[in-house]
């Protein structure tokens, strides 16, 4: 999760590093890559007999919806939190068939 997920958050942002101009947006980015597997906690303490790639975490309508009221506060927090998200979701997509 932290050594796959993250780093490709990070991957994602980086061709915009110029856009973004402070590196503390690349760091959001690779923690919104890790963000959607906090149902892990959820999912080992409580309801282990489904995925947890079943929860609301693993769909993109959220982050879009989030993605949508940062937009309004910050562009570049905003862009960074939806490629972290969204780079999550794909590699889940690809690699779990999510």
């Known amino acids: 999760m932290l050594f796959a997920h993250g780093p490709v958050g990070f991957l994602f942002a980086h061709p915009l590093r110029n856009f973004f101009k402070e590196k503390k947006y690349l760091f959001v980015a690779f923690f919104f890559g890790i963000f959607p597997d906090v149902d892990v906690i ?3 303490f409580f ?3 489904t995925s947890h790639r079943d ?3 693993h769909s ?3 982050y879009i919806l989030v993605a949508l009221i940062l937009f309004f ?3 570049r927090f905003s862009l960074a939190f939806f490629l972290g998200a969204l780079s999550h979701l794909l590699v889940d997509i690809l690699a779990f068939g999510v």
């Open 60 to 62: 993109l309508l959220p």
């Open 42 to 44: 959820f999912y080992y």
């Open 55 to 57: 929860y609301l975490t």
């Open 47 to 49: 309801k282990a007999e």
């Open 73 to 75: 506060l910050s562009r």
